[in-house]
């Protein structure tokens, strides 16, 4: 089946220490994107990729990197500079980044961060 | 960006139908009107969307005001894997998926 595996589901790393979390997908899409989620709000956008070798800040890009060497693989890295990254972290594609493409999401990693 | 608003919580019995309203009063001639529902600790799944017509698909119907300016998501039979929260969202062929707003949604809770 197509669809955006995200791993690991649940992630825990001391303060002070990068972390990637994983996005790959296999349904050929061109766009992709990663979001954060805190408990009990929206969804905020980190960083999103149109194409192959280009990606742009989001809403809330300070103390995240990411890359996209490959179509099917979006990895989002927390460095030490991010404030506050204990949230849940939602990658998502979809067939264009035209606005009425639908999103599909992975199924999110839960980062814990003491 | 025009904006939705939804209510934040709403309760329906199981097996029942679900009405789950949203208003979006500034909504412009080349926005589409999409709803994602989001299951306790997963990813958000794409519902229906639609433009100026009902709409109907295996998991709901969409019902669009004839302004447009308002919008509903029917549930026709609620069951307890329907509890989750429920995002409106409007989107265009004129902005990116970047631009989209996923706010609060309405927190759906089925009763046995």
């Known amino acids: 089946d197509g669809g955006i595996t995200q791993s690991p589901k649940y992630l825990f790393r001391k303060e002070g220490q990068n972390v990637t979390l994983s996005c790959e997908q296999n349904l050929n899409h061109d766009a992709m994107y990663w979001y954060r989620q805190d408990p009990g709000q929206g969804l905020r956008l980190i960083y999103y990729?149109?194409?192959?070798?280009?990606?742009q800040k989001g809403d809330i890009a300070e103390g995240y990197s990411v890359s996209r060497e490959k179509k099917e693989s979006f990895p989002l890295t927390v460095t030490s500079a991010q404030k506050n990254p204990t949230a849940f972290y939602l990658c998502a594609s979809s067939p264009s980044g035209t606005g009425i493409s639908p999103l599909h999401f992975g199924n999110g990693t839960r980062l814990t961060v003491t | 960006d025009a904006k939705t608003t939804q209510p934040n919580s709403m309760e329906s019995n199981e097996e029942e139908p679900v009405h789950l309203p949203c208003n979006h009063s500034t909504i412009s001639g080349t926005d589409y009107i999409h709803w994602y529902r989001q299951l306790p600790s997963q990813g958000p799944e794409y519902v229906i969307h639609g433009l100026t017509s009902n709409v109907n698909n295996r998991m709901a119907s969409l019902a669009i005001a004839e302004d447009r300016k308002s919008s509903t998501l029917i549930l026709h039979r609620a069951t307890l894997r329907d509890a989750a929260v429920y995002y409106c969202?409007?989107?265009?062929?004129?902005?990116?998926?970047?631009?989209?707003?996923f706010g609060t949604g309405t927190r759906l809770t089925i009763i046995p």
């Open positions: 969202i409007l989107t265009s062929y004129n902005f990116g998926n970047e631009k989209l707003t």
């Open positions: 990729s149109q194409i192959v070798n280009d990606f």
